[in-house]
Nanobody, 125 residues
Framework: QVQVVESGGGLVQAGGSLRLSCAAS????????MGWFRQAPGKEREFVATIRWNGGNTDYADSVKGRFTISRDNAKNTVYLRMNSLKAEDTAVYYC??????????????????WGQGTQVTVSS
């Protein structure tokens, strides 16, 4: 079992920045990747960014490339999502997830095994 806890959400004006954190605990040695997804009101949950636990390879959704940066601190079993130039359409509940299986990529929800409770990000225009 891996426990996942997000933090760092809040209200920010358009053009502003936020940093989300996600701490994993438990059987963290089994992690292959950690990722961020988001769900806006009335929409399906969508992929945002992911980072491989070994090697640090990253992938981003096209909608956030150049604005969001995912990083990790292996010693703390924590992943971060730095969000710059925020837009109103970035408003959503952001979820952190852990994958313990090996895949060629980590951009789909079904590839993740453990999820956090989510943190709200609201961008005012």
């Amino acid at each position: 079992q891996v426990q996942v806890v997000e933090s760092g959400g809040g209200l920010v004006q358009a053009g502003g920045s936020l940093r989300l954190s996600c701490a994993a605990s438990g059987r963290t040695f089994s992690m292959y990747a950690m990722g961020w997804f988001r769900q806006a009101p009335g929409k399906e949950r969508e992929f945002v960014a992911t980072i491989r636990w070994n090697g640090g390879n990253t992938d981003y959704a096209d909608s956030v490339k150049g604005r969001f940066t995912i990083s990790r601190d292996n010693a703390k079993n924590t992943v971060y999502l730095r969000m710059n130039s925020l837009k109103a359409e970035d408003t959503a509940v952001y979820y952190c997830a852990v994958a313990v299986g090996f895949w060629s990529d980590y951009v789909n929800q079904y590839q993740y095994d453990y999820w956090g409770q989510g943190t709200q990000v609201t961008v005012s225009s």
